[in-house]
T-cell receptor, first 112, second 113 residues
Framework: NAGVTQTPKFQVLKTGQSMTLQCAQDMNHNSMYWYRQDPGMGLRLIYYSASEGTTDKGEVPNGYNVSRLNKREFSLRLESAAPSQTSVYFCASRDYSLVEQFFGPGTRLTVL | AQKITQTQPGMFVQEKEAVTLDCTYD???????LFWYKQPSSGEMIFLIYQGSYDEQNATEGRYSLNFQKARKSANLVISASQLGDSAMYFCAGSSNTGKLIFGQGTTLQVKP
């Protein structure tokens, strides 16, 4: 099992460009989450999907959109990137029967 | 909404000694969970330990134990017999029944040989 995978690992964008961060899990988990981590800070929830077909906002949703493509995949889109979105982005997944969230390796995004 | 507070930005501990990392929480939920995650310099998030609000016994996982004091709203992590590989950032996090995690700001632990 690969667990939670994220692509790309690194990305540099110019202000105003758009991009989609991809996340996939092979553990048949119901819930998936997107977090961002700014330097020296804890993770903050951007969006989550409690189950296939549902998405909800977290603490810091502005400037982002998400798509739960199927049970395995949950993508995060930046429509018009801003320097304030420079961060490390983590995807996570969880099964209803478990308490633990399993995290992907992260995507380091820099917006110039 | 939950709030998680970690008041120790950085801690040092001598190898083989025990160390306690502090975490306090604030929530109006009746049912909640408290987690500790480790983030080494490589950046991945590693789950360490979990305590449910209704669990009467403090959680333990190997060298990690969670000192849960409900009346004080604290969920401190105790690492026994510290090892050099324990040097990392440690995050306390809380969740409600939706599974969403609220993280504290983290504590950097450095283990001295």
């Amino acid at each position: 099992n690969a667990g939670v995978t994220q692509t790309p690992k690194f990305q540099v964008l110019k202000t105003g460009q758009s991009m989609t961060l991809q996340c996939a899990q092979d553990m048949n988990h119901n819930s998936m989450y997107w977090y961002r981590q700014d330097p020296g800070m804890g993770l903050r929830l951007i969006y989550y999907s409690a189950s296939e077909g549902t998405t909800d906002k977290g603490e810091v949703p502005n400037g982002y959109n998400v798509s739960r493509l199927n049970k395995r995949e949950f993508s995060l889109r930046l429509e018009s990137a801003a320097p304030s979105q420079t961060s490390v982005y983590f995807c996570a997944s969880r099964d209803y029967s478990l308490v633990e969230q399993f995290f992907g390796p992260g995507t380091r995004l820099t917006v110039l | 909404a939950q709030k998680i507070t970690q008041t120790q930005p950085g801690m040092f501990v001598q190898e083989k000694e025990a160390v306690t990392l502090d975490c306090t929480y604030d929530t109006s939920d009746q049912s909640y969970g408290l987690f500790w995650y480790k983030q080494p310099s490589s950046g991945e998030m590693i789950f360490l330990i979990y305590q449910g609000s209704y669990d009467e016994q403090n959680a333990t996982e190997g060298r990690y134990s969670l000192n849960f004091q409900k009346a004080r709203k604290s969920a401190n992590l105790v690492i026994s017999a510290s090892q050099l590989g324990d040097s990392a950032m440690y995050f306390c996090a809380g969740s409600s029944n939706t599974g969403k995690l609220i993280f504290g700001q983290g504590t950097t632990l450095q283990v001295k040989p």
